[in-house]
């Protein structure tokens, strides 16, 4: 069975730090393209970043050089360090592991940036 578990999400002010980790179970972690996605009240679920079995990464242009993604093959698990929040990173921050026409999805965990 696969699993995708969240954390590390809450409450921060404008301008500070986050880091979300999305542990996986039930897949072969290292070969999977990983992704954190992200839905706002009322808008469609949007890529934030993405970091390939290579760890190529790339990103949405709205969070370039403020967000960085990493993975840890050991652990099974990819990060997501949110660096400069502004209010519009408040949203549902999903993970997803996909290979090929495969994805999984985590439960999602809050991020809330007050100003």
């Known amino acids: 069975q696969v699993q995708l578990v969240e954390s590390g999400g809450g409450l921060v002010q404008a301008g500070g730090s986050l880091r979300l980790s999305c542990a996986a179970s039930g897949i072969s972690f290292s070969g999977y393209l990983m992704g954190w996605y992200r839905q706002a009240p009322g808008e469609q679920r949007e890529l934030v970043a993405a970091i390939t079995a290579g760890r190529r990464a790339n990103y949405a242009d709205s969070v370039k050089g403020r967000f960085t993604i990493s993975r840890d093959n050991a652990k099974n698990t990819v990060y997501l360090q949110m660096n400069s929040l502004k209010p519009e990173d408040t949203a549902v921050y999903y993970c997803?592991?996909?290979?090929?026409?495969?994805?999984?999805w985590g439960q999602g965990t809050q991020v809330t940036v007050s100003s």
């Open positions: 997803c592991a996909s290979w090929g026409p495969n994805a999984h």
